[in-house]
């Protein structure tokens, strides 16, 4: 029997953990920022895979260049080189600017702040400030850097040494930072909480604090980087060099890859055996990475994001329920007032539209970067629909 939705959902039921609650739809196909469920429903994505589908589904390039890899060579270990991973090692340094910058790949955002924790306990041992909301990641490690308290409290205890101060208050990261501290973990636009953008000057001042303390700053930028924001990582409007960076999610364009990148005298941290991972770096991710990096770079899409984000702010401000929208690029957050957001994910889900509630308040788009003005309009139309039914009754 072919399966459609609600035979997939009673097999996930049966099958699956329950740790993400149950979904509503089960998806089978996608081209572009369209994607088709098991009921043959098409979608406008505007969620991409949580800013991980980068160029949207099915991108002629990204399958081009992992076919072509797959058949040419799956998988190294890490006791040999190969040269698409070193292509890719090559252009993140580039974008860094800086030519200290060192690369370590794995899979996943909370295994590059794994990573980033090793670098600061090297460093100067385990002291870390994070800030209060961050999200940087559920295993163990990154769930301690982790500012929720709802996703900590069952695991408890976490790490030792982290702190966690409130995102955005230049003062209180200064009482915060001392000189034991190891590392300050920061992203430029908090996600996860809601798309949370801090007052201009906040990683400058970061920035300070760590060099007068002399401790770490990492950035994390999984959810902002790769282009999302207008820059490839999302800090640089601050004018700052961070010691470490954290990407994942839009890097290998819907394959699992992730990387953290240290600069400067943090670059000299890593010893031979200091960490690993079997799969980070793999060649058909780092291909497909290739792919969207030259694609970026091809469309000027770092630019052209901040067009479209304008767009899409500009359409959105005015619908009725609407609080404020925030966020940069192609990362967005729309407030909504009387705490409606998962009723207006809902209600645009069922009008074609899947989106986010981040929480009761925030609603949470993150689309491709191939989304075009027609499908920005009919996203607009629609959310003004929803708001409409939902507000005016
Ligand atoms: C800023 C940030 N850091 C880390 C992570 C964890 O990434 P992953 O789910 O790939 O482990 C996320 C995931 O949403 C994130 O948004």
């Not at 995102?167 to 209180?172: E, L, Q």
């Not at 291909?287 to 694609?295: G, R």
């Not at 989106?355 to 949470?364: H, K, P, Q, S, Y």
Request: hydrophobic share 45%; charged share 20%; glycine share 10%.
């Amino acid at each position: 029997m072919r399966k459609g939705n609600k035979e997939s959902i009673e097999t996930w039921n049966s099958v699956m953990q329950s740790n993400y609650g149950t979904p509503s739809i089960s998806l089978s196909r996608g081209k572009g920022i369209e994607v088709w469920d098991l009921d043959g429903v098409k979608y406008l994505d505007f969620l991409g895979g949580i800013a991980t589908n980068i160029l949207g589904h099915n991108h002629p390039s990204v399958v081009a260049a992992v076919s072509k890899q797959i058949r040419r060579l799956s998988h190294v270990s890490n006791f040999y080189a190969h040269p698409v991973a070193l292509e890719l090692a090559e252009k993140l340094q580039t974008m860094t600017l800086n030519k200290s910058a060192r690369v370590f790949f794995c899979n996943s955002g909370a295994e590059a702040n794994e990573a980033a924790i090793k670098i600061a306990r090297l460093h100067r041992g385990r002291r870390i400030v994070s800030a209060i909301g961050s999200f940087h990641g559920r295993t163990m490690g990154a769930l301690s850097l982790t500012g929720q308290s709802a996703k900590r409290d069952a695991f408890k205890p976490l790490l030792p040494g982290v702190k966690h101060v409130k995102y955005g208050d230049i003062k209180a990261l200064r009482r915060a930072v001392n000189g034991r501290t190891a590392m300050v973990i920061l992203e430029p636009i908090m996600g996860e909480a809601g798309v949370i953008t801090p007052p201009s000057g906040y990683l400058k001042a970061a920035r300070q604090i760590c060099d007068a303390k002399g401790a770490l700053l990492a950035i994390d930028a999984v959810q902002t980087g790769m282009g999302r924001c207008g820059h490839w990582f999302g800090y640089e409007d601050e004018k700052i060099e961070p010691d470490v960076i954290t990407i994942a999610k839009g890097l290998g364009g819907g394959l699992p890859l992730a990387a953290m990148i240290t600069l400067r005298e943090a670059s000299e941290l890593f010893k031979a055996g200091s960490h690993g991972s079997t799969f980070g770096g793999n060649p058909v991710a780092t291909a497909a990475a290739m792919a969207v990096v030259d694609e970026i770079e091809k469309r000027k899409y770092l630019a052209l994001n901040l067009v479209k984000g304008a767009l899409i702010r500009n359409l959105i401000s005015p619908i009725i329920g609407v609080n404020q929208v925030r966020g940069k690029g192609l990362l967005i957050g729309i407030c909504m007032k009387e705490d409606k957001a998962k009723q207006i994910a809902a209600t645009m889900q069922s009008r074609g539209f899947l989106i986010n509630a981040a929480n009761d308040e925030v609603i949470r788009i993150a689309p491709a970067f191939v989304v075009n003005e027609k499908q920005i309009m009919a996203f607009a139309s629609a959310f003004n629909s929803s708001c409409e039914e939902i507000y005016r009754g």
